[in-house]
Nanobody
Framework: VQLVESGGGLVQPGGSLRLSCAASGFTFSSYGMSWYRQVPGKERELVAAIPSGGGSTNYADSIKGRFTISRDNAKNTVYLQMNSLKPEDTAVYYC?????????WGQGTQVTVSS
Protein backbone atom coordinates (compact mmCIF):
# COMPACT_ATOMS: atom_id res chain seq x y z
CA VAL A 1 0.00 0.00 0.00
CA GLN A 2 1.33 3.41 -0.94
CA LEU A 3 -0.27 6.79 -0.42
CA VAL A 4 1.40 9.90 -1.79
CA GLU A 5 0.06 13.33 -0.92
CA SER A 6 0.76 16.46 -2.93
CA GLY A 7 -0.54 19.98 -3.41
CA GLY A 8 0.45 21.60 -0.14
CA GLY A 9 2.22 24.92 0.12
CA LEU A 10 2.08 28.47 1.40
CA VAL A 11 -1.14 30.39 0.83
CA GLN A 12 -2.55 33.65 2.13
CA PRO A 13 -5.62 33.70 4.38
CA GLY A 14 -8.74 33.42 2.28
CA GLY A 15 -6.92 31.50 -0.41
CA SER A 16 -7.43 27.99 -1.76
CA LEU A 17 -5.44 24.81 -2.23
CA ARG A 18 -6.28 21.41 -3.63
CA LEU A 19 -4.57 18.44 -2.08
CA SER A 20 -4.25 15.12 -3.88
CA CYS A 21 -3.50 11.66 -2.56
CA ALA A 22 -2.45 9.08 -5.13
CA ALA A 23 -3.02 5.51 -3.95
CA SER A 24 -1.51 2.25 -5.13
CA GLY A 25 -1.06 -1.31 -3.97
CA PHE A 26 -4.68 -2.03 -3.20
CA THR A 27 -8.12 -1.91 -4.83
CA PHE A 28 -8.74 1.78 -4.28
CA SER A 29 -12.40 1.71 -5.29
CA SER A 30 -13.21 -0.75 -2.52
CA TYR A 31 -12.11 1.39 0.41
CA GLY A 32 -13.18 4.53 2.14
CA MET A 33 -10.53 7.22 2.33
CA SER A 34 -9.94 10.04 4.74
CA TRP A 35 -7.86 13.16 5.27
CA TYR A 36 -6.31 14.06 8.62
CA ARG A 37 -4.16 16.92 9.76
CA GLN A 38 -1.65 17.44 12.53
CA VAL A 39 0.11 20.38 14.10
CA PRO A 40 3.16 20.02 16.34
CA GLY A 41 2.25 19.04 19.87
CA LYS A 42 -1.27 17.98 19.00
CA GLU A 43 -2.89 14.73 18.01
CA ARG A 44 -3.73 14.01 14.42
CA GLU A 45 -7.35 14.98 13.76
CA LEU A 46 -9.86 13.82 11.20
CA VAL A 47 -10.66 16.45 8.59
CA ALA A 48 -12.87 14.63 6.10
CA ALA A 49 -13.85 11.14 5.00
CA ILE A 50 -15.46 9.64 1.92
CA PRO A 51 -16.80 6.11 1.39
CA SER A 52 -15.58 3.79 -1.33
CA GLY A 53 -18.18 4.79 -3.91
CA GLY A 54 -18.24 8.47 -3.06
CA GLY A 55 -21.57 9.76 -1.87
CA SER A 56 -22.07 10.49 1.81
CA THR A 57 -19.07 12.40 3.16
CA ASN A 58 -18.14 13.48 6.68
CA TYR A 59 -16.37 16.63 7.80
CA ALA A 60 -14.92 18.07 10.96
CA ASP A 61 -17.00 20.96 12.26
CA SER A 62 -14.04 23.32 11.97
CA ILE A 63 -13.88 22.99 8.18
CA LYS A 64 -17.51 22.42 7.17
CA GLY A 65 -18.55 24.60 4.28
CA ARG A 66 -14.94 25.38 3.36
CA PHE A 67 -13.38 22.02 2.46
CA THR A 68 -14.65 19.36 0.06
CA ILE A 69 -13.43 15.79 -0.17
CA SER A 70 -13.84 13.91 -3.43
CA ARG A 71 -12.38 10.90 -5.20
CA ASP A 72 -11.70 9.65 -8.69
CA ASN A 73 -11.69 5.86 -8.63
CA ALA A 74 -10.45 5.73 -12.22
CA LYS A 75 -7.33 7.63 -11.14
CA ASN A 76 -6.95 6.01 -7.70
CA THR A 77 -6.87 9.47 -6.21
CA VAL A 78 -8.63 11.26 -3.39
CA TYR A 79 -8.75 15.04 -3.22
CA LEU A 80 -9.28 17.72 -0.62
CA GLN A 81 -10.37 21.08 -1.98
CA MET A 82 -9.70 23.73 0.64
CA ASN A 83 -11.25 27.17 0.28
CA SER A 84 -11.37 30.22 2.53
CA LEU A 85 -8.25 29.03 4.29
CA LYS A 86 -7.46 30.35 7.75
CA PRO A 87 -4.18 30.50 9.67
CA GLU A 88 -5.53 27.81 11.99
CA ASP A 89 -5.69 25.42 9.02
CA THR A 90 -1.90 25.37 9.01
CA ALA A 91 -0.84 21.75 9.51
CA VAL A 92 0.60 18.70 7.85
CA TYR A 93 -2.19 16.96 5.97
CA TYR A 94 -2.26 13.19 5.60
CA CYS A 95 -4.45 10.76 3.75
CA UNK A 96 -5.34 7.43 5.27
CA UNK A 97 -6.85 4.09 4.35
CA UNK A 98 -7.77 1.23 6.66
CA UNK A 99 -7.44 -2.29 5.28
CA UNK A 100 -8.09 -5.40 7.35
CA UNK A 101 -7.92 -3.39 10.53
CA UNK A 102 -4.60 -1.72 9.75
CA UNK A 103 -4.22 1.97 9.03
CA UNK A 104 -1.94 3.14 6.24
CA TRP A 105 -0.77 6.74 6.00
CA GLY A 106 0.97 8.85 3.43
CA GLN A 107 4.02 10.94 4.20
CA GLY A 108 1.97 14.12 4.52
CA THR A 109 1.99 17.48 2.80
CA GLN A 110 2.55 20.78 4.59
CA VAL A 111 -0.10 23.48 4.34
CA THR A 112 0.83 26.90 5.69
CA VAL A 113 -1.70 29.72 5.77
CA SER A 114 -0.01 33.02 6.43
CA SER A 115 0.17 36.56 5.13
Amino acid sequence: VQLVESGGGLVQPGGSLRLSCAASGFTFSSYGMSWYRQVPGKERELVAAIPSGGGSTNYADSIKGRFTISRDNAKNTVYLQMNSLKPEDTAVYYCKVVRFGRAYWGQGTQVTVSS
